[in-house]
């Protein structure tokens, strides 16, 4: 290959790692159980506590709370889990769901 077009790429293959980001790691995420992803800066950050209701508390959702919480005691365990999405109108208690079957998981 010609000399001058492999320096070239060299160039441009060095210039193309100066641009790319670091390599994500998976460093401080035994700091805390909960994170906050700031996509600005690119990393989570640490939630010292997160503000939970009692899990027994939410009434209504009989149905759904028993699926999150059971499916977030797998994953904790390392059990097969699956992914979940909750919806409805603002308001209706999700991230009080979510954050109640944390709190429950973080008891057993």
């Known amino acids: 290959m ?7 790429l060299d160039r441009i293959a060095s210039a193309l790692e100066r641009l790319s980001p670091a390599p994500a ?3 401080g995420l035994d700091s805390a159980d909960a994170f906050v992803w700031h ?14 209701v009692a899990i027994d508390l939410l009434q209504g959702v009989e ?11 797998h994953f904790a365990r390392g059990l097969p889990a699956n992914n ?7 308001g209706m208690g999700k991230s009080s769901l979510v954050k ?6 973080n008891l057993v």
């Open 2 to 8: 010609d000399p001058a077009l492999l320096s070239l």
């Open 25 to 27: 790691t998976l460093a």
């Open 39 to 52: 996509p600005e800066r690119g990393c989570l950050a640490p939630v010292a506590q997160v503000a939970h």
């Open 63 to 73: 149905a759904q709370r028993r699926l999150i919480l059971d499916n977030t005691l």
């Open 84 to 90: 979940a999405m909750l919806w409805g109108a603002r």
């Open 100 to 105: 109640a079957a944390h709190a429950q998981a």
